[in-house]
């Protein structure tokens, strides 16, 4: 028979040994630094030089120019797409590149794992790419049609109303979307780590690092040209740039603009399922940086920022195949200093989140 002291001497020693491997655990899962800054974000890369070598572009993004005036001065701005005052459409060819993560540890993230009920697969049948979805938004129907396109017609809606054929889409030569190979990223250590900045285990990758392999791979794809849009999507994976964490960016290469965006599968977190896919998206169509960036009285045409500190980044449920959506809110143009009345029920965001007045730097 064991004594008393025999027993608390095990005790002890099995609690000593339970700390020990709970710790190593947390160390070798989540290696966010108690002073690591983490701040949920979106940013945009200013557009660049097209890479050495790049030959010249035999065509380039659809785009169309506009302007309006504030406190009397005359604001121009760039956009994807035709002219609304045209009553003409565009079809954007899109490519989606899966993005598979594999951390100097072994962990691995891939947007194509589950088949069906994998990221990619989500992502394709969302609002975002879907045309089943009727937008109506304070009692006026914007149509069925994509989120983004939706969103653009609302935008403008005191011209499109009387222009049914207006329309920003994202598709291919058959309506589809492209999905070329999956591409593998095996992130040196220096570039990539776990965390758990939200309270569920993510990959974390340098931007800088990711930004530079896709940029290269860019110019390795005969299909990939400027008048596409190639899309980028990671799966639980932030990226970094002096903390964490960043959900999602959009950038220009020369003429050579694309998007990146991480689709978290933890509902209620950070860049859940695709709304960080609908921030970016939105924010190149209405300020895609080629030619030249937008120019307005708060700035670049970034349509999705002003609404990051205001609420849940994907508070706006759709119920698609099964699955429910959670998207942006996005800003209309009377935010950065247009009249009011060229938005739909003169709102200043799609979603109507209640905004009063323009930014700051347009008071």
């Known amino acids: 028979m064991k004594t008393h002291s025999t027993r608390l001497g095990l005790l002890m020693a099995l609690t000593l040994l339970t700390v020990f491997c709970l710790s190593a655990f947390v160390f070798a899962q989540d290696e966010n630094s108690a002073d690591e800054k983490v701040t949920a974000r979106f940013v945009v890369i200013p557009a660049k030089p097209a890479?050495?070598?790049?030959?010249?572009p035999a065509s380039t993004l659809q785009e169309w120019n506009g302007s309006f005036t504030y406190n009397n001065n005359k604001y121009n701005f760039v956009m994807v797409g035709a002219d609304p005052s045209t009553n003409q459409g565009a079809l954007i060819p899109t490519i989606m590149i899966p993005v598979k993560i594999v951390l100097s540890g072994g962990q691995t993230y891939d947007p194509i794992s589950g088949g069906p009920f994998s990221a990619l697969a989500r992502t394709i049948t969302s609002p975002v790419f879907d045309h089943t979805t009727d937008y109506t938004q304070g009692g006026v129907d914007l149509g069925h049609t994509q989120y983004i396109d939706a969103f653009q017609r609302g935008n403008f809606w005191s011209i499109v109303q009387n222009n049914p054929n207006s329309h920003l889409l994202l598709g291919g030569p058959n309506a589809g979307i492209t999905i070329l190979p999956e591409l593998t990223l095996n992130v040196p250590a220096q570039y990539g780590k776990t965390g758990s900045p939200f309270g569920h285990v993510v990959g974390e990758v340098d931007i800088n690092y990711f930004d530079q392999?896709?940029?290269?791979?860019?110019?390795?794809?005969?299909?990939?040209?400027?008048n596409t849009f190639p899309i980028f999507i990671v799966n639980d994976v932030y990226l970094t740039e002096g903390g964490c964490c960043i959900g999602g960016y959009h950038s220009a290469n020369g003429a050579q603009t694309y998007a990146m965006f991480d689709y978290d599968d933890h509902p209620g977190v950070f860049s859940q399922d695709v709304s960080a896919l609908s921030h970016e998206v939105g924010e190149w169509a209405d300020d895609p940086l080629y030619p030249n960036q937008n120019n307005t009285p708060c700035g670049i045409l970034e349509v999705g920022d002003p609404l990051e500190n205001n609420r849940n980044y994907g508070a706006f449920p759709y119920t698609l195949h099964n699955f429910t959506y959670n998207l942006q809110d996005l800003t209309f143009i009377g935010y950065f200093g247009a009249p009011l009345s060229t938005s739909v029920n003169s709102w200043y965001t799609f979603q109507d989140y209640g905004f009063t007045r323009i930014c700051q730097n347009g008071s």
């Open 51 to 56: 890479l050495p070598g790049t030959p010249e």
């Open 213 to 226: 392999q896709i940029s290269n791979y860019m110019t390795q794809q005969q299909q990939i040209q400027p």
